[in-house]
T-cell receptor, first 109, second 111 residues
Framework: KNEVEQSPQNLTAQEGEFITINCSYS?????LHWLQQHPGGGIVSLFM???GKKKHGRLIATINIQEKHSSLHITASHPRDSAVYIC???????????FGEGTQLTVNP | DAGVIQSPRHEVTEMGQEVTLRCKPI?????LFWYRQTMMRGLELLIY????????DSGMPEDRFSAKMPNASFSTLKIQPSEPRDSAVYFC?????????FGSGTQLSVL
């Protein structure tokens, strides 16, 4: 069993739909990261969470420490949101990140 | 700031050759990471430095891999000798303890 698991692995949506990507982890963490990897390969950090909820534009990330679960939501999805979304758990003892396998999101116009 | 800068962007080499990947972290960031990404294994941490000191190198595959950080603004990842199974995208990233910023990656192909 992976220490960080994401679901779904693949997600196809129509433009405008509300998207949710889930991440569960089994390790103790100091923070949970959400990353976005574009088709060209570049990786962008979206959020770093240690509790509660963060919002940036149409993106919202939440974390429940007790349940060891985080979600990434995209409101009013757009084709340019198409990318791989990766969650990563930052261990409590340092800066090491353990990555989920990623969720391939495709938003069709 | 120009972000994390990696070079080269692409490297094609023959098996047995030495490969050196370079990284310039964001100024002021005290943590630097080397990651490898493959289709089979996804993103994996190879090594990370804190204040130029290697903290965790448990992800370095074997003795053929070595990494150095001689100062706060430069790091190298060296593979000697390279093998076809080393073909992957190698990312460098840096952090000041908050968000992690990634370089554009080096696409390595070992023939």
């Amino acid at each position: 069993k992976n220490e960080v698991e994401q679901s779904p692995q693949n997600l196809t949506a129509q433009e405008g739909e509300f998207i949710t990507i889930n991440c569960s982890y089994s390790v103790g963490i100091s923070a949970l990261h959400w990353l976005q990897q574009h088709p060209g390969g570049g990786i962008v950090s979206l959020f770093m969470l240690s509790s509660g909820k963060k919002k940036h534009g149409r993106l919202i990330a939440t974390i429940n420490i007790q349940e060891k679960h985080s979600s990434l939501h995209i409101t009013a999805s757009h084709p340019r949101d198409s990318a791989v979304y990766i969650c990563a758990a930052q261990e409590t003892s340092g800066s090491r990140l353990t990555f989920g396998e990623g969720t391939q999101l495709t938003v069709n116009p | 700031d120009a972000g994390v800068i990696q070079s080269p962007r692409h490297e094609v080499t023959e098996m047995g050759q030495e490969v050196t990947l370079r990284c310039k972290p964001i100024s002021g960031h005290n943590s630097l990471f080397w990651y490898r990404q493959t289709m089979m294994r996804g993103l994996e941490l190879l090594i990370y430095f804190n204040n130029n000191v290697p903290i965790d190198d448990s992800g370095m595959p074997e003795d053929r891999f070595s990494a150095k950080m001689p100062n706060a603004s430069f790091s190298t990842l060296k593979i000697q000798p390279s093998e076809p199974r080393d073909s992957a995208v190698y990312f460098c990233a840096s952090s000041s303890g908050q968000l992690v910023f990634f370089g554009s990656g080096t696409q390595l192909s070992v023939l």
